[in-house]
């Protein structure tokens, strides 16, 4: 095996190593804490859990990609989005269902989540000249995920479902606001026509270096801090 140096500049191999080591970090902690979560938790915390393995290991995939041909791991990094956000909806719909969530609820958030994310992929690979297209229906699903989180069933469900899982919810729903609207600036920075025919960075290799920074760390932010949301309501009182 060649031996690959990474320069000290190179901020997407960087990312990628960090990403890797802490989604594997935080795998160990949920599953370790599992030990000590009450039964009422346990299928939740165990969802965190497999949120961050699923991606430790497509992380671990990407480094070693992304650092030998020096691309965008575009293919593992759908891979692994359209197992991880969709065991997002899991969540919402673990800790809503006692408050009455059916399953319909689930299959709506994760109808909306493959939608979204299909269409990311083809406007980011098949068909690059209609990535405004595509950009804008993944755009519309995003947007139908975070009004059912915001105003839609989930945030109704948990408003009766308890102070701690009302409390939990509304952070999770600033994660869908906020923490996923970073991806949506990646794909713009990373495709070329990606704002609306306006192409932000000019250079092609610079452009996917900053999509790969971008969702590096959207990544980490949204799947260990969602984690740890789930993690610190399964300590609370109800
Ligand atoms: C752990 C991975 C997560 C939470 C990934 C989330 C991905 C998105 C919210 C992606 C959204 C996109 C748009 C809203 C438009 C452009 C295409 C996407 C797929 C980047």
Redesign the pocket.
């Known amino acids: 095996m060649e031996h690959l140096k990474i320069a000290s500049d190179n901020y997407v191999a960087f990312t990628f190593f960090i990403g890797t080591m802490a989604m594997m970090a935080a795998s160990v902690f949920f599953f370790f804490e599992l030990n000590n979560t009450s039964k009422k938790w346990r299928t939740s915390v165990l969802v965190s859990g497999l ?1 961050t393995f699923i ?1 430790a290991v497509h992380y671990y995939y990407m480094r070693g990609y992304n650092l030998s041909t020096g691309d965008s791991p575009t293919f593992f990094r ?1 891979v ?2 359209i197992l ?2 969709p065991l ?1 909806c899991v969540e919402f719909y673990i800790i809503t269902k006692k408050a009455g969530a059916k399953i319909s609820l689930l299959w709506k958030l994760i109808f909306a ?1 493959l939608i ?2 299909v ?3 083809f ?2 690979t098949i068909d690059r000249d209609n990535s405004v297209l ?3 229906l ?2 519309a ?2 947007f139908y ?1 975070a009004y059912l989180v915001w105003f839609g069933e989930v945030a109704k469900l948990a408003q009766t479902a308890g102070a701690q899982v009302a409390k939990a919810t509304r952070i999770l729903a600033w994660f ?1 606001l906020v ?3 970073i ?2 600036l ?3 920075l990373g495709t070329p026509g990606g704002l609306f025919g306006i192409t932000l960075v000019d250079d092609a290799a610079a452009a996917a270096h900053a999509m790969d920074i971008v ?1 590096n760390i ?2 980490a932010i ?2 260990i801090g ?1 984690g740890l949301v789930i993690y610190a309501l399964s300590r609370s009182e109800d």
Do not use: R
Request: a negative charge; aromatic letters at 26%; charged letters at 10%.
């Open positions: 949120i991606a759908y692994d989005w991880t956000v997002m989540s979204m994310l269409t990311g992929y406007g980011e595509w950009g804008v993944s755009g699903a995003y995920i869908v923490g996923w609207a991806y949506p990646g794909y713009i969702y959207a990544d949204n799947k969602f």
